[in-house]
T-cell receptor
Framework: ETGVTQSPTHLIKTRGQQVTLRCSSQ?????VSWYQQALGQGPQFIFQ???????GRGNFPPRFSGLQFPNYSSELNVNALELDDSALYLC????????????FGPGTRLTVL | GNSVTQMEGPVTLSEEAFLTINCTYT??????LFWYVQYPGEGLQLLLK?????DKGSNKGFEATYRKETTSFHLEKGSVQVSDSAVYFC???????????FGTGTRLKVLA
């Protein structure tokens, strides 16, 4: 069974640029959630996708957007990057039920200069 | 709103010492509770979970009991090892939102 994978591992961008992060969900999972983890902090929920539609969103501006594809993989897009967007971006996949645990990928480390 | 509060670290222990990391929560309804562990440079790994009151989650010698009366989910291990050095996160998953709410994390350092 393949776990959650994310790409790229590391990324360096400059302010104002746009970035796309990718996530492949674990086999059998149909829900993908994205989190932002700033240095020394706990992860913060960005949004969740289920059946290719956004299913919930945290307190992040519209320049954070996403997609989910028919194979349940997902993308996180961030436009107009700001210095404060520097963080570890974590993807988690799970089934549809509340009791279905979220399993996390290794993350993408984004640095904005 | 829902929230999770963890004891601040770092926690420094000698090998074979007893570990307790406190976690309390505020939530409406009946949340599920989780402990995740993060090793340096890595993502989060599920350590254990409990989905209803009085459930005990356990894994790799770690245990935590879901206490509704005290709204707590403290993590314990009887004898820590150097390899347990990591950051531990308590998290809450509540109905209706499907998002997890995490504490700020507790860094554990175990000395040989």
């Amino acid at each position: 069974e393949t776990g959650v994978t994310q790409s790229p591992t590391h990324l360096i961008k400059t302010r104002g640029q746009q970035v796309t992060l990718r996530c492949s969900s674990q086999s059998g999972h149909n829900t993908v959630s994205w989190y932002q983890q700033a240095l020394g902090q706990g992860p913060q929920f960005i949004f969740q996708y289920y059946r290719e539609e956004e299913n919930g969103r945290g307190n992040f501006p519209p320049r954070f957007s996403g997609l989910q594809f028919p194979n349940y993989s997902s993308e996180l897009n961030v436009n107009a990057l700001e210095l404060d967007d520097s963080a570890l971006y974590l993807c988690a996949s799970s089934g549809r039920e509340l009791a279905d645990t979220q399993y996390f990928g290794p993350g993408t480390r984004l640095t904005v200069l | 709103g829902n929230s999770v509060t963890q004891m601040e670290g770092p926690v420094t222990l000698s090998e074979e010492a007893f570990l307790t990391i406190n976690c309390t929560y505020t939530a409406t309804g009946y949340p599920s509770l989780f402990w995740y562990v993060q090793y340096p440079g890595e993502g989060l790994q599920l350590l254990l979970k409990a989905t209803k009151a009085d459930d005990k989650g356990s894994n790799k010698g770690f245990e935590a009991t879901y206490r509704k009366e005290t709204t707590s989910f403290h993590l314990e291990k009887g004898s820590v090892q150097v390899s347990d050095s990591a950051v531990y996160f308590c998290a809450l998953g509540s109905s209706g939102t499907y998002k997890y709410i995490f504490g700020t994390g507790t860094r554990l350092k175990v000395l040989a």
